[in-house]
């Protein structure tokens, strides 16, 4: 009998060489084929949910205006609505802190005398009118221990002085008043009732406002920068982004004026190959960081550019829990729909998103698009030339480079 064939471990070894080598030329030949013909596939329709977070310039229409003063008395709250001649503050030449500081200093000695007088002639009391207003008098100056603390609460804090100022006055009024003897005390109120109308009226000046909308006495000093949003820029955007807050000079005084209450602008910037895209024309909602409920914005403009895409947001709402801030932080979110392509099929150039796409003589054409959302993984697109129309069942293929050969 014959005998049977016996496989040695040489030709294990051989047979499994010959295997790796069929497996790597296989490989090769299909990285080649994909590599001169592409990834072929056709468009279809889709709906997919966007989010795009990014860090965004707040741009309002609003003046900004310096006055030369070495001190101020603010007369309205920050975000008040003002109207064309509408008082906004009291200017002074000279040290407004240190005039009040006198006054209140000139106030409190007057008010021992005054309590001492009281007391010794009503047995130790006082009027209960007087005691109402030292418990008025020293809850503001409590109000006013902490709004000194606090940089935003600037304009409170002038209002909260302007009302110690008025209780001292009628605390004063109110005890004089009850004195058996006013004559006594005669010459320290002339003393002060002389400084407040020198302070008041001699060198003062009352400034107006010259434009409807809201007050604000908050400034980053970005404002004429920030005047025509269709000049906006991806390296203007960035560098507020990168520094918001800008030093202004603490010699003057300052504010703005608000002009358009119900309309501001969002300004974001994405990176120049991302997928993370808007469409111009198109509303989306989103969310601000630390501001309640959600709005909608329209994407009034798009610029490309290879160092980042700018877009530029309208939104028509009140713009006051936006008036103190320039950078917020937002969550843009969207359910969009049409057709779309996996994000590897898109190619970037200098910010513009394109695809391959077949035409009707069997070559690829490079077409520029819009993409309206993308999940990370698909994105929904359209061309941006409108006389090119995209349709479900549309061929396109992954990008390759030009010089090779685009039939498939």
């Given amino acids: ?60 229409s609003e003046r900004l205006v310096t006055e030369s003063a070495s001190d101020s008395r603010i007369l ?38 005054l309590e001492s007088m009281l007391r010794t002639e009503m047995g130790g009391t ?37 009302q110690l100022i008025t209780l001292q006055e009628q605390r004063r009024q109110t005890m004089v008043g009850a004195l058996k003897d006013p004559s006594s005390v005669e010459e320290a109120v002339k003393e002060i009732d002389d400084l407040k109308r020198t302070f008041e009226t001699a060198s003062a000046r009352t400034i107006v406002s010259e434009y409807n909308g809201y007050v604000s006495f908050y400034s980053d000093a970005n404002e004429e920068n920030l005047r025509d949003v269709s000049q906006l820029t991806v390296p203007l955007v960035k560098r507020i982004l990168n520094s918001p807050s800008i030093s ?45 409920g959600a709005y909608q914005g329209r994407i009034m403009a798009e610029k490309d550019t290879a160092s980042g895409v700018l877009y530029v947001m309208q939104v028509d709402a009140d713009v006051r829990p936006f008036l103190t801030t320039r950078v917020v932080e937002i969550s843009v979110q969207n ?19 394109y695809l391959f796409v077949k035409t009707t003589d069997g070559s690829y054409q490079k077409i520029a698009v819009w993409i309206a959302g993308s999940d990370g993984r698909n994105a929904i697109v359209s061309a941006r030339d409108g006389t090119i129309s995209l349709f479900a069942g549309l061929k396109v293929r992954m990008p390759v480079e030009e010089k090779e050969e685009n039939k498939s």
């Avoid at 084929?33 to 741009?59: C, D, F, P, Q, W």
């Avoid at 009040?100 to 008010?111: D, G, H, M």
């Avoid at 991302?274 to 960081?289: C, H, Q």
């Fill in 1 to 60: 009998m014959a005998q049977g064939f016996r496989a040695s471990k040489r030709f294990y070894l051989l047979l499994s060489a010959s295997f790796v080598l069929l497996v790597v030329f296989v490989a090769g030949a299909i990285f080649l084929m994909k590599k001169v013909t592409g990834n072929v596939r056709k468009l279809e329709h889709l709906t997919l949910y966007t989010e795009i977070e990014s860090e965004a310039v707040v741009v309002r």
């Fill in 76 to 113: 309205l709250g920050e975000g008040a609505t003002v109207a064309e001649g509408d008082a906004i503050a009291v200017l002074y030449p000279y040290s407004y802190e240190s005039t009040i500081s006198q006054i209140c200093e000139k106030e409190a000695v007057l008010y021992t005398n």
């Fill in 126 to 162: 006082l009027p209960e009118q007087v005691t109402r207003f030292n418990e008025q008098i020293n809850a503001v100056s409590k109000e006013m221990r902490a709004a000194a603390n606090d940089g935003t609460r600037r304009a409170e804090y002038a209002a909260l002085e302007t």
């Fill in 248 to 292: 202004m000079d603490n010699e003057n005084f300052y504010y703005r004026i608000v002009t358009d209450r119900s309309t501001f602008y969002l300004a974001f910037v994405q990176g120049g190959k991302s997928t993370d895209r808007l469409m111009p024309g198109l509303t989306y909602s989103f969310t601000v960081k630390g501001v309640k």
């Fill in 335 to 353: 359910n969009a729909s049409g057709l779309y392509v996996p994000v590897d099929y898109l190619q970037f150039s200098d910010g513009v998103p």
